[in-house]
Structures are given as structure tokens and as C-alpha cells.
């Protein structure tokens, strides 16, 4: 048999048919749903008389609208709070399980599925959210939908699709101190491009994301969309199995032996067609922040704000219009930029690792006075975990906010909110116009590592020289 | 429940400059609150149209001339960000029927094709010279063939580009695709048992 990619051999594995428009009808392996994409989709199958056709395969949580500082119900919110009852209802309605604030298990959606096992290698997820690209860290082929394609997997548990090419980044080498996972794939996608991704799914192969941890490569993966890629992977391994066994959706005993062999086989052969590579030496990556209003607007910690001038002529446009909006001056550095808030959280890097890393380095400082600065868990089970390890109160002794799981300020449909012009210092993944909750707010995306940086000094600063980072750093 | 095809599309139209249009600049996340697409239109573009005190702002889209249009012009990249279907329908409840644009990010255009709303692609000089004409006469009309990947404005014809999947799907009203999709009921069965993770389905009442 020729050799494929892990892409190619899910796609056809999950290929139910042909449809008259060329497209490929799609099985989708597992669906996650929110509160934001999904009321309507529900909706629409009333409408229709059609019923959920594998409740089993879809599973529910609660993020975007949840408030993280105080979860009495209902809600200040009546908005938010009569979109977490018409989850609720439409998940009760269909026998689809919800990990709801009371299970003790409820988070971002792209935590709650690695979490719980659910995201598994050789599967499609689908899910209203762009950053579904998240669960390719598992092998699993995942991406975001709009609404009326979760009805469609709600009827049929299919979609229809085009197929995607495929471009494997290599990363090798060692990245230096301080150097994490956010600001390898802030650096690919400023290679790239914002579009460069259009039509492609990612695969992302090389000595840096054989040795990340299934955390990181969640951090890579889900920014790929920022890339323009719908969907990024990475191959599974021991890493991946590793991660998987035990959780409460892994198959048990036996099954547990059939499925390792089963995912073992999705990974791309060698040898298999790629349509276009591109090789990066990790050597050259330092941290990495954004300056402008796109994930692509983005620079290494020490290098200056791009100017007008010095800009390709078919940037120049863009780059006078993200300078104007970050009240920046081309030509001048980034660092010692004053920031207003440091946020720290989302689906990109709101996970353990990111807490336990950090809180590292925080221990013994305090955030300045003029920042305020919050930390959101990305799930209940990081949460608690995080104060059965003391970490909570680290942040808290520094002057971080401790908060409960949710998106939060990643895209600020909830409370929390920049006011005006404030810029900030944020672990999430978009820096649009408007993002964080304030039509003139700004937002520099960057590593937690860096954000507690920069809450520290109550400016944008390179985390090696304020905490020394250096030695016991891991890829 | 038969679809219009959809091939000629003819109206006046109005042209937003700007590549890399993301989803949040399209509808804002505060507009996302609802558990209904009904009342999208309000928010389109809101915080470019508007400053914090709901002043209107300098934009195309509040300028009464180009109140009548119902093709949206853009550049490169649009839609691209969230998967949000909310940016999409917000601009369809707002009257708009085409967009024509240099690319368009993924989800979104898969979303825009589902709600029947073609999203063509055209070189950038193209798009540029429509945005000229427009500026001049607003009242320009402009013709979309699907079938052929054309676009005449006024006494001028383009050549464009519709994904074949779209076009196909626009020409024989396949655009929404629930139906076909739920035709295949037992080849979903199927692929579910070759598949090996998927348990029995529930069986549909
Ligand atoms: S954390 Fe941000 S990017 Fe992730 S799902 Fe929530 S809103 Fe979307």
C-alpha cells in the first residue's frame, strides 16, 4: 500500500460518501458543543422534526458566557443566563451528556475533551469553535464549524467537506531557555501568514513536537487556525497514549490494547506526499508577542515595532492600520510597553502545565500596582488541581485574581473586559480589534510565562531577564 | 424541501477595503448573546460603524448611498477568525446576497455557501476598479453568473473564481446539504461499525 498521511488515512476512514457537489460527506467521531453555537442548531432541527441521531457521540459544556468571578444563578447576565438554560434544556431534551458547572468537570471545550479522553487519536471532532484545531494534538483530525453544520452533525453525526492539502512543518533543534510551545506557533504563523494556512491542514512533525508534552502540542495546535489552517496535528505517540490512558472516555483493559495498536496505525508513513513542507530551525525562535491586530502582527521580545516604511508594499496598509489602532509608533521597541491587564488563561494556554510553569517564576513577586491582572483556569479540574498543589495561592500572594473556568477575557462575552484603550498582556490566541471586550482595547498575545512577566513589571518585558529563566526550562 | 439555484445574482454594492476582515470585526462577541440568528443584522460590522457612544463612525456601510446594496466587496482573508455561522447570517439578514473578495477564510465560507449566499473570488486590481465605480456611481449595477465566473459592472465584465464544489452545489440548489446528508442514513451506519469507536446509535424515534 502507497504510504499516507495521518490526514489522508482518517479522511477515508470517515468518508461515508460522495456528494452530488463533490464534496465528501464526512462521519464526524466525536461532537462538542457550547452554548454559544449550539441553541441554534437545536433550533433548526425542531424546526425540521429531526432527532439528534447519536446523542452518544455529543458531548456538552458551558464556557464563553460564564461568569468567573461569581457563579450564583441566575446570572447579572440575563443573556448568559438564558443561554446556559437553553443548553441545558436542548442537552436534557436529546440525552446528550453536559459537563455543567456542578459536575465539577466543566471548562473550555477544548479542555473538557482531552480531559475527559474523549479526543482521541484517528478521530474527526467537529465542534462550533475554530480552535477545535486543538484536539489535532491527539492525531485526531479536528476543526471548526459553523452552526448550521452542527445541526447537520447533530442529524446525521456527518458533514459535508472538501478535502484539504496537507503541509508538514518540521521544527528541529532545541529551543533556547525560556522559549515555549506558544512562541513556536506564534513564530510559524508569522512565517506563514494569517492566511497562509487557506486549504491546508497542518502537520506538524520534527524533533521540538516529538518531545512536547500533549500539553504544548495543544498550545501549537490550537493557534493553527490563526494560521489559516482549520486543522493541525500531530502524529500520536507514547507521549499521546500516555496522556489518554485512565481517563474516564479511554477504552479499558483490552480495548485499551486494540485501540493503542488501532491509533498507532493513523500515523503518517514515511515516505507519505505532503503537499508543501517547511523546515524551521527551533535555534532561531525567541519569545515571541504580537504588536499589531492580527496573530501574524508579531515579533521576538527584543526586535522593534515594524514601521510603515520599512513595510512590503503590499503590508503597508495593514501595518498603518494595527499601528494606529495599538497607538504605537513604528521603528520602537515593544518592550517597556506599559501594560493595564495581564491575563492569563484560554484554550491556548490555560492548562496545568502552563499554571505549574509559571507559578515557578512567580513565587516571591508581586504584580504592579497599576495592573490588574487575572488568572483563569481552563477547566474546574485544572482548577482544583491547582490549589491541592498550592499553586492558587501563588498567584494570588502576587496579586493575580484567582478565578473559576471559563473563557473569561479571551473574548470577554462574560464580564471580564478591558475598559478603553487598555492594553494587555494576554496568554490567549486573538489580539482582533475589539477581542477582549472594548471596541479600542489592545491586547499583545504572548507566552504565560512572558504575561506574568510583564504583570510583574507593569510592562511588556522579556521573561528571561525578569525571572531569570534560563536553566530548568523544558521545550 | 427543494432549494432555489442559484445563479444570476444582480444588485448594487458596496465596498469594505481591508484584508484579514476577522469574524469579531464582522459581529462582535457581545452580539453572539442570543439563542436565535433573528436580530443579527444590528450588530454587523458594529464597532467599526460605531464609537463607544453609538456615534456613527466613517464607514461604508453609513453612508446612505450605498443603503441599497445587497453585494459586499471585500479583500483577502475575510471572514477569517471564529467559526461564528453569526457573521455570515448577520450580513445575510442585513440584505447582502454575494460578497465578492480576493479569498476567503474557511469556515466562513463553508458557512456563507450554506445559507445560500455565493462568496466569489476576484483578483485584487478587480475588486479595486468595482470599488472605483462604485465610488463614482453607487447606483452601478453589478451581475453575478455563477455558472460562467463572471461579474459585469456596468459596461464591464470580470472573469472570477467559484470553488467547484460551491458552484456546483449554488447551480443545482445543493447548498444547504442536510438532505442529501440525512438520504445516507445506512452508509452512515457503516462507516460507524468499520470504524471501530462508535457504538450503536440510538435508534431514531
Ligand atoms: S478560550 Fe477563547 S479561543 Fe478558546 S474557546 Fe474560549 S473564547 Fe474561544
Given at each position: 500500500m502507497t504510504a499516507q498521511s495521518l490526514y489522508e488515512k482518517v479522511w477515508k476512514a470517515h468518508t461515508v460518501s460522495t456528494l452530488s457537489n463533490g464534496k465528501t460527506q464526512l462521519f464526524i467521531g466525536s461532537h462538542l458543543i457550547h452554548e454559544v453555537t449550539s441553541p441554534q442548531a437545536f433550533g433548526m432541527l425542531r424546526d425540521?422534526?429531526?432527532?439528534?441521531?447519536?446523542?452518544?457521540?455529543?458531548?456538552?459544556?458551558?464556557?464563553?458566557?460564564?461568569?468567573?468571578?461569581?457563579?450564583?444563578?441566575?446570572?447579572d447576565d440575563p443573556l448568559a443566563d438564558a443561554m446556559i438554560k437553553e443548553l441545558r434544556k436542548n442537552c436534557e431534551a436529546n440525552n446528550i451528556t453536559m459537563f455543567d458547572i456542578d459536575s465539577g468537570k466543566q471548562g473550555i471545550v477544548h479542555m473538557v475533551g482531552p480531559e475527559q479522553g474523549i479526543t482521541q487519536p484517528g478521530t474527526t471532532i467537529a465542534c462550533g469553535d475554530s480552535h477545535t484545531s486543538t484536539h489535532g494534538a491527539f492525531g485526531a483530525i479536528a476543526f471548526g464549524i459553523g452552526t448550521s453544520q452542527v445541526r447537520d452533525v447533530l442529524a446525521t453525526q456527518t458533514m459535508s467537506m472538501d478535502k484539504m492539502k496537507v503541509r508538514r512543518i518540521n521544527v528541529d533543534g532545541q529551543l533556547g531557555p525560556g522559549v515555549y510551545a506558544k512562541d513556536v506557533i506564534l513564530h510559524i504563523i508569522k512565517l506563514l501568514g494569517v492566511k497562509g494556512g487557506l486549504g491546508y491542514a497542518y502537520e506538524y512533525a520534527g524533533e521540538v513536537f516529538?518531545?512536547?508534552?500533549?500539553?504544548?502540542?495543544?498550545?501549537?495546535?490550537?493557534?493553527?487556525?490563526?494560521?489559516?489552517?482549520?486543522?493541525?496535528?500531530?502524529?500520536?505517540?507514547?507521549?499521546?497514549?500516555?496522556?489518554?490512558q485512565g481517563r474516564p472516555y479511554a477504552p479499558k483493559g483490552e480495548d485499551w490494547d486494540a485501540a493503542v495498536t488501532r491509533w498507532r496505525a493513523y500515523a503518517s508513513d514515511p515516505g507519505c506526499h505532503y503537499d508543501d513542507v517547511v523546515n524551521i530551525d527551533a535555534a532561531e525562535i525567541e519569545p515571541s508577542v504580537t504588536w499589531g491586530i492580527n496573530p501574524g502582527q508579531g515579533i521576538f521580545i527584543n526586535e522593534r515595532i515594524p514601521s510603515v516604511e520599512g513595510s512590503a508594499d503590499h503590508d503597508k496598509e495593514a501595518v498603518a492600520q494595527a499601528l494606529?489602532?495599538?497607538?504605537?509608533?513604528?521603528?520602537?521597541?515593544?518592550?517597556?510597553?506599559?501594560?493595564?491587564?495581564?491575563?492569563?488563561?484560554?484554550?491556548?494556554?490555560?492548562?496545568?502545565?502552563?499554571f505549574v510553569e509559571v507559578a515557578k517564576f512567580l513565587k516571591g513577586h508581586k504584580v504592579a500596582a497599576h495592573v490588574k491582572a487575572i488568572a483563569v483556569p481552563g477547566s474546574q479540574i485544572v482548577g482544583k488541581l491547582c490549589t491541592e498543589m498550592g499553586i492558587d495561592q501563588v498567584f494570588k500572594d502576587a496579586g493575580f485574581?484567582?478565578?473559576?473556568?471559563?473563557?473569561?477575557?479571551?473574548?470577554?462575552?462574560?464580564?471580564?473586559?478591558?475598559?478603553?484603550?487598555?492594553?494587555s498582556a494576554s496568554s490567549s490566541n486573538r489580539n482582533f480589534i475589539g477581542r477582549q471586550g472594548s471596541p479600542t482595547g489592545r491586547t499583545i498575545l504572548m507566552s504565560p510565562v512572558m504575561v506574568a512577566a510583564a504583570a510583574v513589571t507593569g510592562e511588556v518585558s522579556d521573561a528571561r531577564e525578569v525571572f531569570g529563566v534560563g536553566q530548568a526550562v523544558s521545550a | 424541501m427543494a432549494l432555489a439555484t442559484i445563479n444570476h445574482i444582480s444588485g448594487t454594492g458596496v465596498y469594505i477595503p481591508g484584508d484579514d476582515i476577522d469574524t469579531d470585526r464582522i459581529i462582535p462577541a457581545r452580539y453572539l448573546k442570543c439563542v436565535t440568528?433573528?436580530?443579527?443584522?444590528?450588530?454587523?460590522?458594529?464597532?467599526?460603524?460605531?464609537?463607544?457612544?453609538?456615534?456613527?463612525?466613517?464607514?461604508?456601510?453609513?453612508?446612505?448611498?450605498?443603503?441599497?446594496?445587497?453585494?459586499?466587496?471585500?479583500?483577502?482573508?475575510?471572514?477569517?477568525?471564529?467559526?461564528?455561522?453569526?457573521?455570515?447570517?448577520?450580513i445575510y439578514?442585513?440584505?447582502?446576497?454575494?460578497?465578492?473578495?480576493?479569498?476567503?477564510?474557511?469556515?466562513?465560507?463553508?458557512?456563507?455557501?450554506?445559507?445560500?449566499?455565493?462568496?466569489?473570488?476576484?483578483?485584487?486590481?478587480?475588486?479595486?476598479?468595482?470599488?472605483?465605480?462604485?465610488?463614482?456611481?453607487?447606483?452601478?449595477?453589478?451581475?453575478?453568473?455563477?455558472?460562467?465566473?463572471?461579474?459585469?459592472?456596468?459596461?464591464?465584465?470580470?472573469?472570477?473564481k467559484v470553488k467547484p464544489s460551491a458552484k456546483q452545489a449554488l447551480l443545482e440548489g445543493k447548498w444547504d446539504p442536510i438532505q442529501e446528508l440525512l438520504e445516507h442514513s445506512d452508509a452512515i451506519s457503516q462507516t460507524a461499525q468499520t470504524l471501530g469507536y462508535v457504538s450503536q446509535a440510538i435508534p431514531a424515534s
Open positions: 425540521m422534526n429531526l432527532p439528534v441521531k447519536y446523542p452518544e457521540r455529543t458531548f456538552a459544556t458551558v464556557d464563553h458566557i460564564v461568569p468567573t468571578d461569581k457563579r450564583v444563578e441566575p446570572f516529538d518531545r512536547m508534552s500533549m500539553e504544548e502540542r495543544m498550545t501549537v495546535c490550537n493557534m493553527s487556525i490563526e494560521g489559516g489552517a482549520r486543522c493541525g496535528y500531530v502524529n500520536p505517540d507514547e507521549t499521546t497514549f500516555e496522556y489518554l494606529a489602532h495599538m497607538k504605537f509608533t513604528g521603528g520602537e521597541p515593544i518592550k517597556g510597553k506599559r501594560i493595564d491587564v495581564a491575563f492569563f488563561g484560554s484554550c491556548t494556554n490555560g492548562r496545568l502545565s502552563d485574581e484567582w478565578r473559576e473556568a471559563g473563557c473569561s477575557m479571551c473574548l470577554a462575552m462574560n464580564p471580564d473586559k478591558l475598559i478603553g484603550d487598555q492594553l | 440568528f433573528d436580530d443579527l443584522a444590528e450588530g454587523l460590522f458594529a464597532d467599526v460603524r460605531f464609537d463607544t457612544e453609538g456615534v456613527q463612525k466613517d464607514h461604508p456601510l453609513n453612508e446612505a448611498r450605498f443603503e441599497k446594496a445587497t453585494i459586499m466587496l471585500s479583500n483577502s482573508n475575510f471572514g477569517c477568525g471564529s467559526s461564528r455561522e453569526h457573521a455570515p447570517q448577520a439578514r442585513a440584505g447582502f446576497r454575494t460578497i465578492i473578495a480576493e479569498s476567503f477564510a474557511e469556515i466562513f465560507f463553508g458557512n456563507a455557501i450554506t445559507l445560500g449566499m455565493p462568496c466569489v473570488e476576484a483578483s485584487r486590481a478587480d475588486i479595486e476598479m468595482i470599488g472605483a465605480t462604485l465610488e463614482q456611481n453607487p447606483a452601478t449595477e453589478i451581475t453575478i453568473d455563477i455558472e460562467n465566473e463572471r461579474v459585469t459592472v456596468g459596461d464591464k465584465t470580470i472573469n472570477v
